[in-house]
């Protein structure tokens, strides 16, 4: 409920910063008022007849758009500025992150120490500030279990990696997977000093390379080797196990550069040519399917469908028929927001045993293109009323 704040305005030692809107074009019929960090960074709505409302959340604002304001300098100016610098990554959370800070002393020291975490908390409840200050009152490990992820000290330090600018929200979606704490994906990053954008979209494009040599090559190699190396690895693997019956996970994780990659592969072409490919009789055999798609993602069921899978999308995924028919990996088609094939890989308990887990080992558009963001969230979204 909003709480008329017509009386308290006297209370504030410093003058608002004005943010207004051209109502034609938003439909908001009122000023935003921000007051600066000597008042709390209180926010409030101020509409036309003096009515006056407390800006309990997220204002959606970058700090670079404060920054251009009439104004907007002096505001920042108040604000510690060793926090501002830390703010500036969180994209459109950092000035909510900034207000959370003068609000609450544990939520400055988060703030200062572990941004990433009071990042996850504000994006958790960008709309509910009560909430937020009260989980900053936690202990930080307590704030990762309250948010449904991994709690452990390894999880924190994964965290102190990260190097992000937060700019879209498929980091933040990968972020919540790896640190699921039933699968704990992170642990995967243990080797890796810094963990960057560029680190996070690698992982989410071939999250079997990570850790590997030719995974932290990637890091380095420029955007044309990358997508050099994006175009010729499906045909590796596809050489590997379908033609030369070889472990090609295996060796392409040995490799260690673009020259290394496509000599293999060009060593593999000319072997592919003395060798006959024929299918083995489990090709006939229906896959299980555990889990039931939808109208809009459906399971592949069988071999057939898999290898006219991978030929409409131009990618390898037939390559995996035999974990399939191991019951280690599932494969689904999806068509909207756009045509994508999901790869779901199961995971082991730490005596061997099969869990019931199966998290998303890749989603590939035509041509191993990377998936937009709302393909992400739609595929996620199945993946979660699935776990319900």
């Not at 790896?178 to 810094?194: A, G, I, N, Q, W």
């Not at 003395?274 to 489990?282: A, C, H, Y």
């Not at 995924?317 to 191991?326: E, G, T």
């Amino acid at each position: 409920m909003p709480v008329c704040c017509t009386e308290h305005q006297s209370l504030h030692v410093s003058t608002p910063l004005i943010l207004s809107f051209d109502e034609t074009l938003t439909f908001f019929p009122f000023v935003l008022e921000f007051y600066d960090w000597r008042d709390g960074l209180i926010m409030y709505r101020a509409y036309r007849d003096g009515h006056r409302e407390l800006l309990e959340g997220s204002c959606s604002f970058y700090i670079e758009h404060i920054e251009l304001l009439e104004g907007g300098k002096a505001w920042l100016e108040s604000i510690p500025s060793d926090l501002v610098n830390k703010a500036r990554t969180y994209a459109d959370l950092g000035v909510y992150m900034l207000k959370i800070a003068a609000m609450s002393d544990k939520a400055r020291h988060l703030l200062a120490q572990r941004p990433i975490l009071l990042y996850l908390v504000c994006e958790r409840y960008p709309l509910e500030h009560e909430k937020v200050l009260a989980l900053c009152e936690r202990g930080q490990r307590e704030i990762l279990s309250s948010l449904g992820l991994a709690s452990c000290r390894s999880a924190l330090r994964f965290i102190d990696r990260i190097q992000s600018d937060f700019s879209t929200r498929s980091v933040v979606i990968v972020i919540h997977r790896l640190l699921d704490p039933e699968t704990m994906m992170f642990k995967l990053f243990r080797h890796y000093k810094v963990i960057t954008t560029l680190t996070l979209q690698v992982y989410l494009q071939w999250p079997t390379l990570t850790g590997t040599k030719l995974g932290f090559y990637l890091m380095t190699a420029s955007p044309r080797e990358r997508l050099r190396i994006n175009q010729i690895l499906s045909d590796v693997f596809q050489l590997g196990y379908r033609v030369l019956d070889v472990d090609s996970v295996r060796r392409i994780h040995a490799v260690t550069s673009y020259d290394e990659l496509k000599q293999l592969h060009d060593r593999w072409v000319i072997a592919q040519r003395t060798v006959k490919f024929s299918p083995d009789p489990s090709c006939n055999k229906n896959y299980d399917i555990p889990f039931d798609g939808n109208s809009n993602i459906v399971p592949i069921r069988n071999y057939k469908q898999l290898e006219q899978e991978g030929i409409d999308q131009n990618h390898c995924v037939v390559i995996y028929h035999h974990r399939i028919i191991k019951g280690e990996y599932l494969v689904y088609k999806m068509q909207m927001p756009e045509r994508v094939t999901i790869g779901l890989k199961r995971h082991y308990l730490a005596n061997g045993r099969a869990s019931e887990t199966y998290t998303v080992d890749q989603i590939q558009a035509r041509n191993n293109r990377l998936p937009s963001y709302e393909t992400l969230e739609t595929v996620y979204s199945w993946l979660d009323s699935i776990k319900k």
